[in-house]
């Protein structure tokens, strides 16, 4: 499962605003929606999961739901432009320079 922060989350986390403790601010720190619960244990160590649990309850963060279908097409179609970027488009740089060696006196 991804997290996010809320808006309350973000609010939490301006200048002046001291609601939450130091370790449930540093959970806030490191969820930028693209890591999992899993992730951020793992960084943040033991007694993590309980703060991430309180933060959800309380309204400072949110499940991101990635659905996996969507996920796969995501894949596909990266694989398939990073595939199409690959195939040389025209002539490389030796074929050009090689070919102004008619004209132009190296």
Do not use: N
């Amino acid at each position: 499962m991804q997290l996010k922060k809320s808006i309350l989350g973000h609010e939490e986390l301006l200048p002046g605003s001291r609601a939450l403790s130091l370790r449930e601010r540093a959970v806030l720190f490191f969820v930028v929606g693209e890591k999992t619960v899993t992730e951020i244990e793992a960084a943040l160590g033991a007694g993590s999961r309980e703060l991430i649990d309180r933060l959800l309850a309380a309204g400072y963060l949110e499940q991101v739901e990635v659905r996996q279908e969507a996920l796969q097409v995501a894949e596909s179609a990266i694989s398939s432009v990073e595939s199409a970027t690959r195939v040389p488009i025209g002539p490389t740089c030796e074929q050009t320079i090689a070919s102004w060696s008619a004209y132009v006196p190296l």
